[in-house]
């Protein structure tokens, strides 16, 4: 009983995990398309905008902080290679437990840094300092999201290392993709 709560909990955010991961991913064009736009603004109609640099910047910030539980989840962050790499698999798992702990103790500042600054946005009405002048406060919360959708995604990943240290199978099925010589 207690295995399958584990499963369905771990299932359940890898497929959140992914589906933003996936859909944040449309930003990527989008940012292509407002630099193109003030391009072709600024060079062939000498009318640049006002709003194309900012908003090319929130859309960058988002993907980057959104899209960090996705890599994550992708194994795709940077380990140190000369250490990772000589060990066995549990040992990489060992690995995983203390960085990740250490990962969701600096989110956990990220988090309450960021929602002191979205009280002090949504407060003071802080705005982007540009002819634009866009509101900041949607910034604070989104990263507020992010660093809560990588505490997410970390503790899956510890769950399921601890699981397969403690029975020595995985909790879920991996895909072949996801296997990385273990």
Request: with cysteine; aromatic share 14%; hydrophobic share 55%.
């Amino acid at each position: 009983m207690f295995t399958s709560i584990l499963r369905v909990y771990c299932s359940g955010i890898q497929n959140f995990i992914a589906f933003v991961g996936k859909g944040i991913s449309i930003l990527m064009p989008m940012i292509a398309l407002v630099i193109a736009f003030e391009v072709f603004a600024r060079y062939f109609l000498n009318k640049p905008t006002i709003w194309a640099y900012d908003l090319s910047l929130f859309f960058s910030g988002y993907l980057a902080a959104l899209g960090g539980a996705y890599a994550q989840q992708k194994k795709a962050h940077i380990n140190v290679d000369i250490l990772y790499l000589a060990v066995s698999a549990n040992v990489k798992r060992i690995f995983h437990l203390f960085s990740g702990s250490i990962a969701i103790f600096f989110m956990g500042v990220v988090i309450i840094a960021s929602y002191h600054k979205f009280g002090e946005a949504m407060q003071f009405n802080y705005r982007r300092m540009s002819e634009w002048a866009p509101p900041m406060h949607h910034f604070w919360m989104m990263l507020i999201v992010a660093a809560s959708m990588l505490i997410l995604q970390i503790s899956n990943d510890m769950i399921k290392d601890i699981y397969h240290l403690v029975t020595g199978t995985d909790l879920l099925p991996q895909k072949d993709e996801d296997v990385e010589g273990n």
